[in-house]
């Protein structure tokens, strides 16, 4: 793989591929240096990698856990046991539909069902064009404003399932004009 000409990604990540794997790995080599000796300093370290790759790959993972003398199953069960850690690229939209009590009873489970069908992906899954991402959530604290789906930063309140195909059409009316070509309906 040829090394990029262009500048980094203004978001720090690799997402859109302009850092070549060489330049990758020298990043994760001064991250794991800048961290390893620092107390509490593996959380920073993952968080620091996964803005640069924009997820957490297995290598990475792998070569975090042994620059920090670390097992790899530990390494590995704190990046499974934190939510905002994903072990695949997400997508530039990470839609949340919350299934805690008040939201399920009010219909999250349906508005989840038209979000799977409306993104044609699963929960845990990315579009191809890796436009979105689709999560649940357990509580987002809005319980009367129930159901509650999270785009991002913003929380959308008393979401119907009706509203999704809309609230797909904004967040995607919302993006750069040459994402927008790449909708499929």
């Known amino acids: 793989m040829s090394a990029s000409n262009g500048p980094a990604p203004a978001c720090g990540c690799a997402?859109?591929?302009q850092l070549s794997e060489e330049e990758l790995s020298a990043h994760l080599g001064d991250i794991i240096d800048e961290y390893r000796d620092k107390p509490g300093g593996l959380i920073p370290a993952l968080q620091t990698t996964q803005a640069l790759f924009g997820y957490l790959p297995q290598a990475a993972i792998g070569r975090i856990a042994a620059g920090f003398g670390k097992p790899l199953s530990e390494v590995a069960g704190i990046v499974t046991f934190y939510s905002f850690f994903a072990l695949h690229p997400r997508g530039k939209h990470v839609i949340r539909v919350c299934l805690g009590t008040a939201c399920y009873v009010r219909?999250?489970?349906?508005?989840?069902?038209?979000?799977?069908?409306?993104?044609?992906?699963?929960?845990g899954e990315t579009t191809p064009d890796r436009q979105f991402s689709l999560e649940v959530g357990r509580c987002f604290g809005a319980c009367g404003m129930a159901p509650v789906v999270m785009v991002n930063q913003t929380v959308y309140q008393r979401v119907k399932p009706a509203r999704v195909g809309e609230l797909v059409n904004q967040i995607v009316s919302g993006t750069a004009a040459a994402e927008e070509e790449q909708v499929n309906g």
């Open 15 to 17: 997402c859109d591929g």
């Open 107 to 123: 219909g999250g489970q349906q508005v989840l069902d038209d979000f799977k069908k409306k993104l044609a992906i699963d929960v």
